[in-house]
Structure formats: C-alpha cells, structure tokens
C-alpha cells in the first residue's frame, strides 16, 4: 500500500490567494483527519471526516478554511483567503474505524509545507 | 478534555546511552495512550500505544513506555539509543470510550542521537 498520500509536498504562495490541499488516504480507510503542526501550537486537529461525512470541524481556525471530502478516497483541504499566519506543516490522517473506537492508529501522510508570504 | 505535556522539548543523548522522554496527561476519564515518531520530513508513525492490560508496553525497535495512573505519566524508555533514533516524539491520549476519536497530541520532543 502507498499509504497516505499528500499533495503538493510544499506550497509558496502570496497573501489574499487560494490554497488547495490534497489527500489520498489509504484504501479500506473510513476515517480522516487534517491536522495542522505549527511550533507554537504543536499539532491541532482541524477536522475528521468518517465515512466521508464531517463530524468535528471545531478545529478549523476560520470561514477562511474548507474541507470536503467527496468520496472515500479523496480529500481537500482549502484556505480562501491565506494569510501569512497560516505558514504551517498540514497533515492528513487516515484510519480505519472511527468514533466510537478510541484505540486510534492513525497513517500519516508526509505532510504539506505551506509557506504564506 | 485531555491534555498532555511533554516536560523536555529537546534531548540530547549519546549513541549507546539510555534515555528517557516524559510525557504526563491530564484526563477525568480513562485514556488510551500513545507515542508516535517523526522522522525528518515524514509524517507520525505509531511507535507503541497502551489500551488496557499490562502497563508496560514495547515497541518492535527497542523503546517501552509504562503507564503510571497515579501519576498520570506514560514515559517512554529505550536502553541504548541508536542514531537512526533521531526524531521527534510525540505522546498522544484519547478518551477510552464509545464516541471517541480525538488524539490530543503533546508538543513533541526532539531527540537528537550524539555519535
């Protein structure tokens, strides 16, 4: 298995535009998680998916930010419009089973890097 | 809601030595445990994790780490270190019940491998 994948590895971009983030969790996967790493906060959840369906997305810092998630294996992330304070690794998460398990394994991809300047 | 500190945020060790990173949690209810390992520009990967039954867990590479309820502590141990044990460390917990599927993350630890 590829495990999960992200894309782009990193993203330079200017103040007041777009950014998309993508995700490719692992096949067989219900549950999905984007998670933002920064130094300050560390690692924050942003929102978990489960069976495609948003079922927290009390981390997502703003209206700026947007996720869908429009079929099992494919995952965005959007941040309309950035701002440099959004500079941070984005992470999506997969695993298999979701609420109601607790004993969570979670597949990381190897992150995106965004840069807002 | 869960918390977890991670007391050091980097540990400098030599090559052979043992180490220890702390981590404690704060939960009113019972909690599974994690550590997970990143290595440099990769994602976390799941080193050991603790559910129930014995305290003491291992990990396949040589790490162990003890749950300490009364202490609210789940350290994680290696004997001797290797280089490629260069990585930061994260300790995670999650509420042990139906519903539950938040990780709260500490803020990681650096540890650095001294040849």
């Known amino acids: 298995d590829a495990g999960v994948i992200q894309s782009p590895r990193h993203e330079v971009t200017e103040m007041g535009q777009e950014v998309t983030l993508r995700c490719k969790p692992i096949s067989g996967h219900n549950s999905l998680f984007w998670y933002r790493q920064t130094m300050m906060r560390g690692l924050e959840l942003l929102i978990y998916f489960n069976n495609n369906v948003p079922i927290d997305d009390s981390g997502m810092p703003e209206d700026r930010f947007s996720a869908k998630m429009p079929n099992a294996s494919f995952s965005t992330l959007k941040i309309q419009p950035s701002e440099p304070r959004d500079s941070a690794v984005y992470f999506c998460?997969?695993?298999?089973?979701?609420?109601?398990?607790?004993?969570?394994?979670?597949?990381f991809g190897s992150g995106t890097q965004l840069s807002v300047l | 809601a869960q918390s977890v500190t991670q007391l050091d945020s980097q540990v400098p060790v030599f090559e052979e030595a043992p180490v220890e990173l702390r981590c404690n949690y704060s939960?009113?209810?019972?909690?599974?445990l994690f550590w997970y390992v990143q290595y440099p520009n990769q994602g976390l990967q799941l080193l050991l994790k603790y559910l129930s039954g014995s305290t003491l867990v291992e990990s396949i590479n040589g790490f162990e780490a003890e749950f300490n309820k009364s202490q609210t502590s789940f350290h994680l141990r290696k004997p001797s270190v290797h280089i490629s044990d260069t990585a930061e460390y994260f300790c995670?917990?999650?509420?042990?019940?139906?519903?539950?599927?938040?990780?709260?993350f500490g803020k990681g630890t650096k540890l650095s491998v001294i040849p």
């Open positions: 995670a917990v999650s509420e042990s019940g139906a519903g539950s599927y938040q990780l709260t």
């Open positions: 998460a997969s695993s298999l089973g979701g609420a109601g398990t607790g004993s969570i394994k979670l597949f």
């Open positions: 939960s009113s209810v019972s909690v599974y």
